[in-house]
């Protein structure tokens, strides 16, 4: 459900996925409301709740006939970060997204600075946290590591995003890949920066980032990504240039084979062996990167049909708002 909005279209869509976040909702639209009058910019908050079990959704509701830059949309069940960040994208009406968690560690009255520097020029902003917090040696690890495999310059890749509209429009995002949308920005050619954030304690509630696999499968990811990024963008070039170059040296050792074998009657079986293998693996890249050009085409393809599912259901979250509205 969501209720009703501004009649103009705001300059910044402040999308915030909830999970079980009860204890902070009343304050964050609180917190919204004391930065409205001193932002310098027209914004709405999109929240995205994203199957809640607790009393999340109903405060939610209720908060809507208070707040009118409050939208709410709604996820039957769980489907994870990830994916409550792209139905807000889908259904957000601004130029500037943000990404900003509802737990208060960062609180809205710090959002100007980010817009401040997305005015500067830059497409993507990103905070880098300042003060003390748990996994704070994982974070370093992680991400030193993303630095280095993304050739990135900023500090922070885990903190809230201010990016304009463009950045994430077609963008392809598996499970958890909201991780990377600094990397994945960089990569497209979009000028990213960073601004320090103050981070506070958790205002209520438990954090949903813990466990030791989230190392492993953090670093599993980052692998993921980052073949995305190189062997997917031109794939057929990245398979076929190790699969000439065997290619050609299976032809230059079958012609020293030939040599041997009838012009010093020296035959040697190891040769012809690895005149095969090497055929064989040649051949066998190459056709890896027949295949990998056409995994690219079908997710170049799904990836638009997907946006546009998204978009069909953004509007559906419209309508059923405007005849709640109605109703009312």
């Not at 590591?145 to 809230?160: A, G, P």
């Not at 890949?177 to 958790?202: C, N, S, T």
């Not at 012009?263 to 079986?269: E, M, Q, T, V, Y």
Request: glycine share 8%; hydrophobic share 45%; proline share 4%.
């Amino acid at each position: 459900m969501q209720p009703s909005t501004p009649s103009c279209d705001p300059r910044v869509s402040i999308v915030v996925p909830a999970f079980n976040e009860e204890g902070n909702v009343e304050e964050l639209c609180r917190r919204f409301a004391a930065m409205k009058t001193s932002a310098g910019f027209t914004f709405e908050v999109v929240v995205v709740d994203d199957g809640s079990v607790d009393r999340t959704a109903a405060l939610l509701a209720a908060l809507g006939a208070n707040y009118d830059f409050l939208r709410v949309l709604t996820h039957s069940h769980n489907r994870g970060l990830t994916e409550a960040l792209q139905t807000g994208f889908a259904a957000a009406r601004g130029e500037i997204f943000v990404f900003y968690p509802a737990d208060l560690q960062y609180l809205p009255e710090d959002i100007p600075a980010m817009i401040a520097k997305i005015d500067e020029g830059n497409d993507m902003v990103t905070g880098w946290k300042q003060g003390q917090y748990s996994k704070r040696f994982v974070s370093s690890v992680y991400n030193a590591l993303s630095r280095r495999i993304f050739n990135l310059k900023v500090h922070d890749l885990n903190s809230v995003k201010a990016f304009r509209r463009e950045v994430v429009e077609g963008m392809f995002l598996r499970r958890d890949w909201h991780r990377y949308l600094v990397a994945m920005a960089v990569q497209q050619g979009y000028r990213v920066d960073e601004v320090k954030m103050p981070l506070y304690p958790r205002h209520s509630g438990q954090s949903k980032f813990s466990g030791f696999w989230r190392i492993p499968v953090g670093v599993m990811d980052m692998l993921a990504v980052k073949s995305q990024m190189t062997l997917l963008k031109k794939p057929l070039l990245f398979f076929g240039v190790p699969g000439a170059i065997l290619i050609i040296a299976a032809f230059i050792i079958g012609l020293v084979a030939v040599y041997l074998r009838f012009a010093l009657n020296a035959g040697h079986r190891p040769l012809l062996y690895l005149v095969i293998l090497l055929s064989v693996m040649g051949v066998s890249f190459f056709v890896l990167g027949f295949l990998a050009e056409a995994l690219t085409a079908i997710k170049e393809e799904l990836a638009g049909v997907r946006q546009a599912v998204q978009k069909l259901e953004a509007d559906i979250n419209g309508r059923k708002a405007d005849v709640d509205e109605q109703n009312r």
